[in-house]
C-alpha cells in the first residue's frame, strides 16, 4: 500500500519570496513522484515527475523538488513566487504494477500575496 | 489532439437519478482512471482500467459502476445519484507506469 502526506493545506507566501512545499510518502515498493498543480476550476497538470536517477528535479514555472529516499520526502520548491503561481498543489505517489495507480494527498493550496 | 475530454461540464440531479459521466482520450493511452474531488480530501480513485478490457475498483467505488467502451472511453455511471455524490468529477489517463497522468477539465455534479 501507499500513501502521501501533504502536511500543510495552506501556504500563504508574499510575492517574490522563495516557498516550499512539503510532501512525505510511504511505499512498500520502489516509486515514481508527482507534483501536480491545479488552478481554479481546470483540471490537474504535470508540474514535474521523479522516475529514477538524479534525486534533484526540475519542472515547468520555475518549480524543482528534491526526492530523499531516506526521509522519504518529496519536497517542491520554488525560489521566488509570483501571483500566477496561486493555484492548488497535489503530491502523488505511484508503482509499477496494479494498473498503475496514482495515489494523490490532499493538496495544498498555495496564496501569493502582493 | 484534444487530449482528455469530459461531458457534460456540469450537471444537476436530483436524488435517485442516474447519469452517465463521458470521458474520451486521443492519446492512444492504455490506463484511464476516474477520480471524484472534495474539499480537503485531495483526488480519490473511484475506479480505474489498466487496458482495454479490464476494470478495476478504486478506493470510493460504492454508488459507481464503469464501462471501458473501447480504449479511447471511459464511463462512470451514477444509477441511483445520492447527495453524498455530490463532487468534481476527473477522468485521466496515462500510457503506463512513471508516465505522466492527463487530467479531463472535469465535471461539476451537484445532487440535490
Known amino acids: 500500500a501507499q500513501s502521501v502526506t501533504q502536511l500543510d493545506s495552506q501556504v500563504p507566501v508574499f510575492e517574490e519570496a522563495p516557498v516550499e512545499l512539503r510532501c512525505n510518502y510511504s511505499?512498500?515498493?520502489?516509486?515514481?513522484l508527482f507534483w501536480y498543480v491545479q488552478y481554479p476550476n481546470q483540471g490537474l497538470q504535470l508540474l514535474l515527475k521523479?522516475?529514477?536517477?538524479?534525486?534533484l528535479v526540475k519542472g515547468i514555472n520555475g518549480f524543482e523538488a528534491e526526492f530523499n529516499k531516506s526521509q522519504t520526502s518529496f519536497h517542491l520548491r520554488k525560489p521566488s513566487v509570483h501571483i500566477s503561481d496561486t493555484a492548488e498543489y497535489f503530491c502523488?505517489?505511484?508503482?509499477?504494477?496494479?494498473?498503475?495507480?496514482?495515489?494523490f494527498g490532499t493538496g495544498t493550496q498555495l496564496k501569493v500575496e502582493l | 489532439n484534444a487530449g482528455v475530454t469530459q461531458t457534460p461540464k456540469f450537471q444537476v440531479l436530483k436524488t435517485g437519478q442516474s447519469m452517465t459521466l463521458q470521458c474520451a482520450q486521443d492519446?492512444?493511452?492504455?490506463?484511464m482512471y476516474w477520480y471524484r474531488q472534495d474539499p480537503g480530501m485531495g483526488l480519490r480513485l473511484i475506479y480505474y482500467s489498466a487496458s482495454e478490457g479490464t476494470t478495476d475498483k478504486g478506493e470510493v467505488p460504492n454508488g459507481y459502476n464503469v464501462s471501458r467502451l473501447n480504449k479511447r472511453e471511459f464511463s462512470l455511471r451514477l444509477e441511483s445519484a445520492a447527495p453524498s455524490q455530490t463532487s468534481v468529477y476527473f477522468c485521466?489517463?496515462?500510457?503506463?507506469?512513471?508516465?505522466?497522468?492527463?487530467f479531463g477539465p472535469g465535471t461539476r455534479l451537484l445532487v440535490l
Open positions: 511505499s512498500s515498493v520502489s516509486v515514481y
Open positions: 502523488a505517489v505511484g508503482g509499477t504494477g496494479g494498473g498503475n495507480k496514482l495515489t
Open positions: 485521466a489517463s496515462r500510457t503506463s507506469a512513471g508516465e505522466t497522468q492527463y
Open positions: 521523479y522516475l529514477s536517477g538524479s534525486t
Open positions: 492519446m492512444n493511452h492504455n490506463s
